[in-house]
């Protein structure tokens, strides 16, 4: 079993600050990415940032993020964050962590994505 719990949502005004925390715990042997998803109300669920682990990638970021979050990762603690500055009421969403587990399987491995229950985030004023 994997579990992924994310904190640290709630209720800004515009051009304020959130920072996100999502700590992977479980039966995890190596974890090859982690990332943040987000879910406004009637769309669909949308990538809006990465970052490799064993997978050594680059952070990435959907465009309209670019420049305003930051995702980092604290691989000793399993935890991926996401700074999200310059709010703007387009980014109320339920945000969503992601994380891609690596499992041996006989004389290979099996990397498998893991889901936390999401946290909201409301930016208004």
């Given at each position: 079993q994997v579990q992924?719990?994310?904190?640290?949502?709630?209720?800004?005004?515009?051009?304020?600050?959130?920072?996100?925390?999502?700590?992977?715990?479980?039966?995890?042997?190596?974890?090859?990415?982690?990332?943040?998803?987000?879910?406004?109300?009637?769309?669909?669920?949308?990538?809006?940032?990465?970052?490799?682990?064993?997978?050594?990638g680059a952070p990435t970021y959907t465009n309209s993020v670019k420049g305003r979050f930051t995702i980092s990762v604290d691989e000793a603690k399993s935890t991926v964050y996401l700074q999200m500055n310059s709010l703007k009421p387009e980014d109320t969403a339920v945000y969503y962590c992601n994380a891609d587990v690596i499992t041996p399987q006989g004389a290979g491995i099996t990397i498998k994505p893991h889901w936390g229950q999401g946290t909201q985030v409301t930016v208004s004023s």
């Amino acid at each position: 079993q994997v579990q992924l719990v994310e904190s640290g949502g709630g209720l800004v005004q515009p051009g304020n600050s959130l920072k996100l925390s999502c700590v992977a715990s479980g039966n995890i042997f190596k974890i090859n990415n982690m990332g943040w998803f987000r879910q406004a109300p009637g769309k669909q669920r949308e990538l809006v940032a990465t970052i490799g682990i064993e997978s050594g990638g680059a952070p990435t970021y959907t465009n309209s993020v670019k420049g305003r979050f930051t995702i980092s990762v604290d691989e000793a603690k399993s935890t991926v964050y996401l700074q999200m500055n310059s709010l703007k009421p387009e980014d109320t969403a339920v945000y969503y962590c992601n994380a891609d587990v690596i499992t041996p399987q006989g004389a290979g491995i099996t990397i498998k994505p893991h889901w936390g229950q999401g946290t909201q985030v409301t930016v208004s004023s």
